[in-house]
């Protein structure tokens, strides 16, 4: 199956808008996945006021390099490795999928419609991501140099900047 980039672009734009936007479909992903999956939440010691800022922006910055895998696969790189700093483990990537897809599904579904179609694209897109990215916390010191080619530390921070979730400069927000 080939990923519905379109698809994958305008169900985030319309999330963006729809329902409060952003900040409840942040806010409605902590209070579901700290409901779900409580075993997750001492891993956050940011609130989840500022934490979903966070979220967001990296799920902007994944659907704004879906088609730049030179952007986008060192950045997923060094946010796993990023996240070895919070104590995140490999099981914790489908529970993300699984919290974020329904989330989406949620907001999506209050204003618009949500449909088999785009949760299929949603879930193989992040089936991707976390193929990526357990790959790199399973061994980090493999891609050191892909990360500092690509402005980042080797404990997957970003070089000079405090906001390692955002969107690398050569690709619009």
Known sequence: MSLNVNLLRETFERAK??????????????????????SVRPLFITPPEEQHKKLLASVSAIVAAVEKPDVLIPYLHAMAIRHLKYKTENTHYPAVTENLVTVLAEHLSKEGKWTDEMRNTWEA?????????????????????????????????????????????ELPK
């Not at 991707?128 to 530390?153: Q, R, S, Y």
């Open 17 to 38: 808008i729809e329902n409060g936007g952003v900040t409840a479909l942040g806010m409605r992903f902590y209070a579901r996945l700290f409901e779900k999956y409580p």
């Open 125 to 169: 897109a992040l089936a991707t991501v976390n193929k990526i990215m357990i790959e790199a916390a399973d061994n980090p010191v493999k891609f050191a140099e892909e990360l500092a080619a690509n402005g980042f530390e080797p404990n997957g921070f970003r070089k000079n900047d405090p906001r390692p979730w955002v969107l690398s400069p």
